[in-house]
């Protein structure tokens, strides 16, 4: 049981540039989000997932796009990258009932 | 103000001491209040959980909920350096989405 895994671990970026951050669950949770954690600023909640086929924005949805064709996968989508989305980015799950969540490792990304 | 406050520190400590980390928040209708602690370079992970007001016990760890003032708590006894790391908390009204605060940097040395 792997719980929730992100690739790439790491991932340096041109200006422009484009690319996808994968996320995987094996828990069969509906529930899944995308975070970005910048140094002493907390999680900011990027988009989020009710399930297969929906999805919705958070609070910092800007430049990023994702997509939810399975339960099991949320990827990321950063079209144009920018210095701004240079952060550290987790994917996450959820106990229902209890609001608790599962992390995955996190992707670091640098845009330079 | 923000929902949920949170002092970032960093809080450094002596090895044995107790350590006492809080948040304050502004929407009564949380109900469900986490801790997570973040080692450097890893994911959060689920520390402690509470629903509702009370105390709530786990080893030297030690969630308490007061939310007639908007408080919570977490304190842990006898500080080893394994538990340097970054604690933040998180809150929810049953929403799915957690608020979280920006996380407290403790330190504990030898």
């Known amino acids: 049981n792997a719980g929730v895994t992100q690739t790439p671990k790491f991932r340096i970026l041109k200006i422009g540039q484009s690319m996808t951050l994968q996320c995987t669950q094996d828990?069969?949770?509906?529930?899944m989000y995308w975070y970005r954690q910048d140094p002493g600023m907390g999680l900011k909640l990027i988009y989020y997932?009710?399930?297969?086929?929906?999805?919705d924005k958070g609070e910092v949805p800007n430049g990023y796009n994702v997509s939810r064709s399975t339960t099991e996968d949320f990827p990321l989508r950063l079209e144009l990258a920018a210095p701004s989305q240079t952060s550290v980015y987790f994917c996450?799950?959820?106990?229902?009932?209890?609001?608790?969540?599962?992390f995955g490792p996190g992707t670091r990304l640098t845009v330079l | 103000q923000k929902e949920v406050e949170q002092d970032p520190g960093p809080l450094s400590v002596p090895e044995g001491a107790i350590v006492s980390l809080n948040c304050t928040y502004s929407?009564?209708?949380?109900?469900?209040f986490m801790w997570y602690r973040q080692y450097s370079r890893k994911g959060p992970e689920l520390l402690m959980y509470?629903?509702?007001?009370g105390n709530k016990e786990d080893g030297r760890f030690t969630a308490q909920v007061d939310k007639s003032s908007k408080y919570i708590s977490l304190f842990i006894r006898d500080s080893q350096p394994s538990d340097s790391a970054t604690y933040l908390c998180?809150?929810?009204?049953?929403?799915?989405?957690?608020?979280f605060g920006r996380g407290t940097s403790l330190i504990v040395h030898p």
């Open positions: 828990m069969n949770h509906n529930y």
């Open positions: 997932s009710v399930g297969a086929g929906i999805t």
């Open positions: 509470t629903y509702s007001s």
């Open positions: 996450a799950t959820i106990v229902t009932g209890t609001d608790t969540q599962y």
């Open positions: 998180a809150m929810s009204a049953g929403s799915y989405i957690p608020t």
């Open positions: 929407n009564s209708a949380f109900q469900y």
